[in-house]
DNA sequence: TTAATTTGTGCGACTCACAAACATATTAAG
DNA sequence: CTTAATATGTTTGTGAGTCGCACAAATTAA
């Protein structure tokens, strides 16, 4: 692979993202394109269109873009000679003329490096692009041992592991935090259960050790580009992750790529306020959505209604017992009410279609689903022919290192022109 | 002007932009860009720039850009030919060297028609790039005369009065309308105290009418339009504008555009819900913002407070009042309270810093101002160096009708690629 | 065996940003 | 008044990229 081909291609990361460039003029915000960067803006789309479309020929592509099959070949080129790219067998034949030669991200092109790290657990594996997990390691870390130390020990060994079985120099490290960071610099900001790791410059601290590049960003956004890149997400124009256990997450997808604030923060969704006159929550203020829609609050009310065992209520058990007592069906039915209030406005405000569920929610199953499908189309508006669905996220850990993954695929695909 | 010039060329927009092309190949929502594309792009770049900065000369266009002199002397060229752009004198020596020659809109340059359509009233004016605004008429329409034709006679009259005015072919019309509107088809779906007017399909008619580019749209994306292009929103590239009135409204700048939902419609925060049990809106769920943050909740508390004049109460007159009696102050406290609760709630989801607001509550003036700064402050969460700002629209009469003009000129100047 | 159809690939034309040199207009220094 | 220095704007060729056209290749249908 030439240098010449900037995406997907390691050494296009390598300088630190943080840093900004000295020796060009100092950006302004406005820019000018030149052809020089249309050639690197369509190879972008191209890749994004295979990762949305699965294997697809040359002659596809151009019917799809509006282009002349003979720009897909200059494209594709390249990404085939670097080994990128493959030819896969047509699945299907498609009656009369040369049969299609789809392209498909080669099983030994470059891969990336993910992890996933928790107060209880660093998992670390290897992805390829298409989508295949290898490598898997999982390291629990026992509630007495959480200093930096631990953690970084486990980090290191198991990405040192991953690496190891790459069959090329992988693309970069992308890490998801179950826990506040910092995105702008690749920083925890806080990790619940964890303090120690606070104020860990984890990204620095990776590119430093491996060399390669590296993003740090939290859970809810690793499920969101999971999905986008290996998951459900997959075509979706627009869709929203929804992470609620203990705490409630929220990462968006708009407009075709992923939403992050002004400042890289941004979609706090939890700390929206929802109850005018409600309890007083961790951040200080009165009535987020947080107070009233997470597993805390569901343990809360069940021990107020007397239900069994409820310091250790989860959404499966609550959907079980409502099945022989009316009080946890009643309080199902409320706790997927107040979940509801802050999807509904999520969607009521930007609109997406589509929204995937994930955390103790996601184990209330079937029965959950449809009562928060219920809920949701009774205070959100849809338009007609745009019906609200509402997904169970599939595999929590697979979508997150996945996701972790995604972070840097997003890096390189993303269209920022 | 030829018509290779597509960028504010009439021209370019005649097409009615709801029936898609038939003649190429459907649009995929994937796209691959040429190298004639590019220019397209830059030239709206360009001319962004120049709404954003002023007047500007060549050289700094090309700093700004990171580009070379000679490639914005070879997008501006065209245009000044055209007689969109001119060379204006400039207004400060900057020392040595050969005297740069600033570029701006020429005032004989095309111009939009902008109308604002509400209940009690038709405007209707000529708006210039320059943001000058000429041939300014304004309709009242008495209750018991809001049928359509009354309407339909007042803006067919006064966009003929506009047209008879401009120094060139307008770019378009753009039609602000008090009231729901769907954007997707220029219809209107409802204006409250002038039910006649539901399910006008006033797009169509202007465009049969006038065939010039017609653009409708609803009050508050059109008061950000106006912002944006004309006023206080010039190089933001992160703003809301809220309009708190007996109706609450909202729009919003986000990633340097304007953001409209995937369906075109979206934005709906007044129905968003911050009471969880509070009272039934009129869209039927409970505890929307509007039920708690419009001037009919605040007239209604006034009369609960006994307060005089409550069936008449403004931002104003609360204001004076609250320099003279406590219960006065104590509503004021809680109507700004009130409608901070859902601008926070915007602010910590989407995290825009600059808050423009209009209405009733701007009429409160500073004293609303301070009010309001407090309590947003309060209840989001502003990063460190990038602190949340309130500002008080100015006149908006002509910013709404600016902002009309500004759907045309967001059509034709906003980067799609 | 032949025609029709579809896929993928060379080659020249075109558009655009870019690089280097040049003409122009002003200030500062002698 | 003359000359150097500096910044602006234009002219001319070059390279990158897509597009239009023609052509080879592979498959099905007649």
Redesign the pocket.
Known sequence: MTS?NKVLDHASLTARNSTPVADGPEDSGFA?????Q???S??RRVLQMLFDLGPT????L??LT????????????PLIEAGLLI?VDPNE??????????LWFSASAAPVCAVFLMPDKVETALISLTGGVSAHRQVPIAPGKRNRETYIDALVAGVDHALAQAPRQALGIGVAVGGMVDPADGSIVAMNLAPAMAGLGLRDLLEDRFALPTIVDHHPRALLLGERWFGAGRGMGNFAVIYADEVLGCAMYLDGKPFRGPHGSGGELGHTIVDLNGGTCTCGKRGCWETVATLGWLRDRAAEAGLPGAERLDSERLVDLSAQMPAAGALLSRYAHNIAIGIANLQTLLMPDNFIIYGDVRRGGEIMQQFLTREISGLAASLPGNPITVFLGQNEQTITLQGAAGLIVSKQLEIEY
Do not use: D, M
């Not at 020929?57 to 596809?60: L, V």
């Not at 509006?66 to 080129?77: A, D, E, N, W």
């Open positions: 010449k000018i394109f030149s052809a020089t249309i050639g690197e369509n190879k020929s040359r002659a596809e151009a019917r509006g282009t002349k099959r003979t720009t897909i070949t200059g494209i594709v080129q030819e034949k498609r009656g009369v003329g040369k049969p299609a030669r789809p």
